[in-house]
């Protein structure tokens, strides 16, 4: 403000300023009241002899550290459940790869499944085992796909993941066929 603005402001204001003289006695009521204040909140000579100021970094350190470990906590939370990541967060392509392998995934594992003779069992349960494996091999690629920055070759080797568990299901299904059906042959030639 220029001083011209100054000079009007109080101009303005001239007659307005509260100037009372405080009431008589009033120096002696504030120092009583203060001194009567201070004697209920001093316990002992010894908190009497701490700053007040001491206290308040107290506080101020103990808050700093109540944050500083909520966001560690937070942090470490947070980065746990990012710490891995499948085709589908790569790009809209690879979403609809990942649903078109994993649906194909799931219905050949129906299949296999629907198989409940003798003969089939121990192929299934080798089969089971074996995809089980790809999966945990799956699971370790989804963390090199973060670690790696989406790099092609591990985009590369979740995609041959899904085609070698795909590819497993149809051998062994097609396995299963081919014992039922020799099963079913030879049946017919012994009767």
């Not at 081919?178 to 079913?184: R, V």
């Given at each position: 403000?220029?001083?011209?603005?100054?000079?009007?402001?109080?101009?303005?204001?001239?007659?307005?300023y509260?100037?009372?003289?405080?009431?008589?006695?009033?120096?002696?009521r504030?120092?009583?009241?203060?001194?009567?204040?201070?004697?209920?909140s001093?316990?002992?000579?010894?908190?009497?002899?701490k700053?007040?100021?001491?206290?308040?970094?107290?506080?101020?350190?103990?808050?700093?550290?109540?944050v500083?470990?909520m966001?560690?906590?937070?942090?470490?939370?947070?980065?746990?459940?990012?710490?891995?990541?499948?085709?589908a967060?790569?790009?809209?392509e690879?979403?609809?790869?990942?649903s078109?392998?994993?649906?194909?995934?799931?219905?050949?594992?129906?299949t296999?499944?629907?198989?409940?003779?003798?003969?089939?069992?121990?192929?299934?349960?080798?089969?089971?085992?074996?995809?089980?494996?790809?999966?945990?091999?799956?699971?370790?690629?989804?963390?090199d796909l973060?670690?790696?920055?989406?790099d092609?070759?591990?985009i590369?080797?979740?995609?041959?993941?899904?085609q070698?568990?795909?590819?497993l299901?149809?051998?062994?299904?097609?396995?299963?066929?081919?014992?039922?059906?020799?099963?079913?042959?030879?049946n017919?030639?012994?009767?």
């Open positions: 403000m220029k001083k011209n603005d100054i000079d009007d402001l109080f101009n303005r204001l001239e007659g307005t509260d100037i009372g003289e405080t009431p008589l006695g009033h120096s002696n504030f120092l009583n009241k203060l001194n009567s204040d201070a004697a209920i001093v316990n002992t000579e010894a908190t009497s002899q700053p007040v100021y001491f206290l308040n970094w107290k506080r101020a350190i103990a808050i700093a550290a109540v500083v470990l966001f560690n906590v937070g942090s470490f939370l947070f980065s746990e459940s990012d710490s891995t990541a499948d085709l967060s790569v790009s809209p690879m979403e609809q790869t990942q078109f392998f994993v649906s194909t995934l799931n219905q050949e594992l129906q296999l499944k629907s198989f409940d003779s003798p003969d089939a069992k121990f192929l299934v349960e080798d089969a089971l085992k074996q995809i089980d494996i790809l999966e945990k091999q799956y699971e370790g690629l989804k963390t973060v670690e790696s920055g989406n092609n070759r591990v590369y080797a979740m995609i041959t993941n899904f070698n568990r795909i590819e299901l149809q051998e062994v299904i097609l396995k299963i066929e081919e014992i039922k059906d020799l099963n079913t042959t030879q017919e030639n012994i009767i």
